[in-house]
């Protein structure tokens, strides 16, 4: 891809989740992939409460020039939620039309434990009815790969069907983005994301 193909509007992705989900893995891999198809990459760093079960969240917008990687309510294209309360959180974010991909095994995040909040188990009855939901198991689908440790990469392979990127580029990225001995399953796991 060069600059001259790529929409003069951005694609605004906001990432959310709890700590110890990836999330800072994922979005180096967004970015460095989109880069080498040719974007401008803007990204907020994963910011929250990083702990084990805190809430966390990040940005990452692609376009031919990207000024802020700042995503306003209601003009993100897309949210990946690896936590389903996270997801319902951030989904006023999305545009009309916009995609949530949201993994359905419920973290309890902390502030939802420490502040005893009701946890939404009927997920599918908090959604915007303007927006595109899809959800997935994917934490039960990265077990079958071995490990939980896959799940950002399963998701980013989800994401990937819907961004003008190769797939040579994701596999490179993901080869040397992840340790030597982790490559096979987290390639494994970005390709039964893309096939979900």
């Known amino acids: 891809m060069n600059r001259q193909t790529i929409n003069s509007e951005p694609i605004n992705i906001i990432?959310?989740?709890?700590?110890?989900?990836?999330?800072?893995?994922?979005?180096?891999?967004?970015?460095?992939?989109?880069?080498?198809?040719?974007?401008?990459?803007?990204?907020?760093?994963?910011?929250?409460?990083?702990?084990?079960?805190?809430?966390?969240?990040?940005?990452?917008?692609?376009?031919?020039?990207?000024?802020?990687?700042?995503?306003?309510?209601?003009?993100?294209?897309?949210?990946?939620?690896?936590?389903?309360?996270?997801?319902?959180?951030?989904q006023s974010y999305l545009k009309s039309g916009g995609k949530l991909f949201v993994s359905t095994s419920e973290i309890y995040p902390v502030f939802a434990i420490s502040e005893q909040s009701k946890y939404p188990h009927d997920l599918e009855n908090h959604v915007r009815p303007d927006i595109v939901f899809i959800k997935h198991d994917i934490l039960s689908l990265s077990l079958k790969l071995g490990t939980v440790k896959v799940t950002n990469v399963m998701?980013?392979?989800?994401?990937?069907?819907?961004l003008d990127i190769s797939s040579q580029i994701w596999e490179s990225v993901i080869r040397e983005t992840v340790p030597e001995k982790f490559v096979d399953e987290n390639i494994k796991a970005f390709e039964l994301g893309k096939s979900l």
Request: positive net charge; contains cysteine.
């Open 15 to 90: 990432l959310a989740g709890v700590g110890g989900q990836g999330l800072v893995l994922l979005t180096d891999m967004l970015c460095e992939a989109g880069h080498r198809a040719g974007y401008d990459v803007k990204s907020n760093d994963v910011v929250g409460l990083s702990q084990r079960g805190g809430k966390v969240w990040g940005s990452v917008r692609l376009g031919q020039k990207v000024h802020s990687p700042n995503v306003r309510k209601g003009e993100a294209d897309f949210i990946l939620a690896l936590e389903p309360l996270e997801g319902l959180r951030w």
């Open 155 to 162: 998701m980013m392979g989800l994401l990937a069907n819907h």
